[in-house]
């Protein structure tokens, strides 16, 4: 494992200078929005390193070659681990001056896109204009004297992000970021993935779903057996079930309340207000987008969950079993927000497709563990998991003879 900069202030950390890495990948009930990122690294005492210097975390390309040959797939689909922004540093001395063993310092980095929020510049909120555009307008570096802010991917048409809608004079329609990331992402129900290379891309639900889908035909689902335990899953709350009212603009620039949940006539049902009619859509994208969006959050708040579940990398890299390799590599390429799949050895309440909100990769000179945060598809795209078919006999639960795909499939 390394950790560099090439910049202004270029340093290497390499596997004598590492003691430990923890890197954390979203949340744990964050299902729409911008997500979190951050690295964290301790290091051997007093290295060259600078705050607000672009930071970067990878296997090196040997060691990445390495586990290539074993697990298979390419060095590029899991090679990298992190790339932000270098925020401190704390540095413990135990009394060794000019002794590196002596003392320790830790590196606490997180994603360039996290100084946004600190940034002084504004947007402008220009009706008829694309959403996207104005996310793409902060995302600039020019702009924001943040070198290394990403251009932003769009993983669906631009017309199921929608238009902005108002009639704001020119002094009102200024927006911040944190502004925009709440109106135009959080409200609207889209999901901004930060890749392990840094970059970000905005998943409107329905994109999450197809993205899940692709998935599910070549992945191998994840077995109880490949899971440390205990694995703890739960219903997270006790509320009662309640109605969404959404407030959204259709495609003539007209404003319509649409109302969705477990009985929308029974005026007894406790009701949460949702209001996105400074977006408009010029087709009917925006109400399946938010009946999606207010199903999935009542969907989190009563539905089964597993908020985490920790794999032991090293035991699937170096396992003689092929089925565990293959999952050693699909886990190493694993972005947020990325579909996981659980086989049908779980409990019945937990089989099948999840989302993975929250990644947390600790790694240290004898261990490299994973711990992920899923949430139910049910939860976050408003649909039922669908069928996942066994990949291996333990997660069968039918006959052998039964079974008509080719064996070691």
């Known amino acids: 494992m390394s950790v560099w900069n090439d910049d202004a202030e270029p340093f290497f950390l390499g596997d004598h200078d590492l003691q430990s890495i923890t890197i954390n990948r979203g949340s744990d009930g964050s299902v729409f929005g911008e997500q979190e990122h951050t690295l ?3 290091t051997t005492f007093l290295q060259k390193v600078r705050t607000d210097e672009p930071i970067a975390c990878a296997i090196t390309d040997y060691g990445a070659q390495q586990i290539v040959n074993r697990i298979g797939g390419t060095v590029a689909s899991i090679k990298n681990r992190f790339f932000g922004r270098i925020g401190r540093q704390v540095i413990t001395d135990h009394g060794g001056i000019g002794d590196a063993a002596k003392g320790s310092t830790t590196v606490y980095a997180s994603k360039w896109q996290s100084q946004l929020r600190n940034s002084e510049r504004v947007g402008n909120q220009i009706d008829g204009e694309q959403v996207m555009y104005l996310f793409q307008h902060f995302m600039r570096p020019e702009g924001s004297n943040l070198p290394h802010l990403p251009d932003p991917l769009f ?17 009102a329609a200024k927006i911040t970021y944190a502004e925009f990331a709440t109106k135009y992402l959080e409200a609207p129900g889209y999901y901004v993935q930060n890749t392990r290379a840094g970059h970000d891309r905005v998943f409107t639900i ?14 191998r689902p994840l077995s109880r057996s490949q899971v440390l335990a205990p694995a703890q899953w739960d219903q997270p709350t006790e509320d009662r079930p309640r109605n969404h009212s959404v407030l959204y603009t259709n495609a003539l620039g007209n404003v319509r309340r649409k109302t969705i949940g477990p009985d929308p006539a029974d005026v007894r049902v ?20 938010m009946n999606i969006a207010m199903y999935s959050q009542e969907r989190t ?21 092929r089925v565990d390799r293959d999952q050693a590599q699909q886990l190493l390429a694993l972005e947020m927000g990325n579909a996981v799949f659980l086989s049908n050895d779980w409990n019945h309440n937990l089989v099948g497709m999840h989302f993975a909100l929250g990644i947390k990769e600790k790694i240290t000179p004898d261990a490299w563990n994973i711990t992920l945060s899923l949430m139910p598809a ?32």
Do not use: C, F
Not at 155 to 169: C, E, K
């Open 40 to 42: 964290e690294v301790t």
């Open 155 to 171: 993983t669906a048409p631009s017309s199921h992000y929608g238009h902005l809608s108002n009639d704001l004079d020119l002094g």
């Open 206 to 219: 329905e994109r999450m779903w197809s993205h899940a889908h692709d998935d599910l035909r070549t992945h």
């Open 270 to 289: 406790p009701v949460t207000e949702h209001d996105v009619s400074h977006i408009k859509y010029v087709n009917e994208y925006q109400p399946t987008q």
């Open 301 to 321: 708040n009563s539905g089964y969950r597993i908020p985490e579940v920790e794999v032991d990398l090293l035991r699937l890299i170096t396992s003689d079993r």
């Open 378 to 409: 049910i939860a976050v795209v408003g649909h039922w998991s669908p069928e996942i078919p066994p990949h291996i006999w333990d997660s069968a639960r039918y006959a052998w003879d039964t079974e008509t795909r080719p064996w070691n499939h």
